[in-house]
């Protein structure tokens, strides 16, 4: 008896476990209306890079054929060697995006459509349409489309501040061309930055995101816009667990500006700023490591004006308290040049707030940053126009040691290799540019027609890029 006492027990026990495991297991989120109710506002996005087309014979109509001309049939008859240089193919790429209004305008990432030359927009539908290109934002990273459709459905902005670490969300897209796929997962972590987007306050997921997911949205259990994804950390270029979205409230201030004026303006305090370690608190005799260490303040900026000085540290901005100092770029850039903030710093140990009537970060409209004073520009083989780097304009680059700043990029192949104007060369195959003279020096034994390596400086990171100049157009 006692032993049947203790399997009825037992069993009891375990039924009870088996239920309360049912109740966990039916309590799991739900997406099938989710994606019934978002998914026709999702749609895929195929772009074209067209190649390199051959250039109009030059000359008068009755001029002979030389050898860059002469048909490929005489040319192998004749035994003529094809020594011409071989064009660039077409590229073709594929991302993702999402309808906002039934007008027809679209967001996905600036990186999906950079460089395109043809934007086609895939409905759920199954329709397609040639998109226009409103506006885009490299550091956002976010681009409006403009497509002529009727019957659209429309997704609505949700609250990416109100989300919470653990919360369920869900992306949906076309990876790798699998268009309306939906994954899902949780929010890992908000405000995480990056070199390129430093203005952007990512938002962490372990959302499966692949090749063809950027520029879809994120969504919340209400079906609501929450995110933009937009990168992956990967080593093997397949998603490993750590996704990241722009919020949305970034990629709604930047969709106004495009779509009002075409470009977006950002606030420019003109600081420097770094990390506050245990031993850097210590010494300024702040509580904890927090906030942003003024490292140097540019001359005549918003922030020399209103009196911050290096070896300050910033602990709030317009009233939001910055926990590290990459919490800093983002505030900034998210207010119009002209508006005045409250900042608070701590002053060897002091704490003391001053107004800051923040100054216009410049734009590629602008020329990409502010002029170098007494620069010399100089257009040459590789195809960039660059100068002499002042003082100041060094201390707004991040103190690059030596090097010249690019001003232009007049050449399609430096163009495509990523060469942008604000980039400080440092090397030019190994050999080290410290100025103007050595830039000349090192470019005039340049080999046009083999590859060049320059090593490049920017946003305070180095890296290499190696391109095969164009040869000047004859004219």
Do not use: C
Request: aromatic share 6%.
């Amino acid at each position: 008896m006692k032993k049947l006492m203790t399997v009825l027990m037992v069993g009891l026990a375990l039924s009870a476990a088996s239920q309360a495991g049912l109740a966990r297991v039916s309590g799991l989120p739900d997406f099938t209306e989710l994606v019934e109710s978002a998914g026709p506002a999702v749609v895929n996005i195929r772009v074209a890079q067209f190649g390199q087309r051959a250039r109009p014979r030059q000359g008068p109509e009755d001029q002979p054929y030389d050898e860059e001309d002469m048909p490929e049939f005489f040319r192998r008859f004749f035994d003529v060697p094809d020594d011409r240089r071989p064009r660039r193919p077409d590229r073709i790429g594929a991302g993702s995006g999402f309808i906002i209004d039934t007008e027809g305008f679209i967001i996905t990432n600036h990186h999906v459509i950079e460089e395109a030359d043809e934007i086609i927009v895939r409905l759920a539908d199954r329709r397609e349409f040639e998109a226009e290109l409103i506006g885009s934002d490299e550091l956002s990273d976010i681009a409006l489309l403009k497509i002529e459709a009727e019957d659209l459905t429309a997704l609505e902005f949700g609250d990416s501040g109100a989300l919470r670490q653990g919360e369920w969300v869900a992306a949906i897209g076309s990876p790798f061309n699998f268009e309306q796929s939906i994954t899902a997962g949780i929010v890992s972590a908000k405000g995480r930055s990056n070199g390129a987007q430093q203005y952007v306050p990512f938002i962490q997921t372990d959302v499966a995101i692949n090749r063809g997911n950027s520029g879809g949205p994120l969504l919340n259990m209400d079906g609501k816009v929450v995110g933009v994804n937009s990168w992956i950390l990967t080593g093997s270029g397949g998603y490993i667990g750590l996704s990241f979205s722009i919020p949305i409230e970034v990629a709604a201030r930047t969709v106004e500006q495009l779509r009002t004026t075409g470009e977006v303006r950002r606030g420019l305090m003109g600081v420097i700023v770094g990390q506050v370690t245990r031993e850097m608190a210590e010494a300024l005799n702040l509580d904890r490591p927090v906030g942003a260490l003024v490292n140097d303040v540019n001359e005549g900026s918003a922030a020399a004006r209103a009196g911050i000085q290096p070896g300050d540290v910033i602990l709030e901005f317009d009233g939001e308290v910055l926990e590290t100092w990459n919490e800093l770029p983002p505030l900034v850039g998210a207010n119009p040049p002209g508006t005045e903030v409250d900042v608070l710093i701590s002053r060897n140990g002091e704490q003391q707030t001053v107004t800051v009537v923040l100054d216009a970060l410049p734009t590629d409209a602008d020329g990409g940053a502010s002029p170098a004073a007494g620069g010399e520009r100089a257009s040459n083989a590789l195809g960039l126009a660059v100068e002499s780097i002042s003082g100041d304009r060094r201390r707004e680059l991040g103190d690059p040691e030596g090097g010249v700043v690019i001003i232009d990029v007049e050449s399609d192949a430096a163009y495509r290799a990523g060469l942008r104007p604000g980039d400080v060369v440092l090397m030019i195959n190994n050999r080290v540019v410290g100025d103007m003279d050595d830039f000349e020096a090192i470019v005039a034994d340049v080999d046009p027609d083999r590859a060049v390596a320059l090593r490049v400086w920017r946003n305070g990171a180095t890296s290499f890029i190696a391109y095969t100049p164009e040869p000047p157009e004859i004219e």
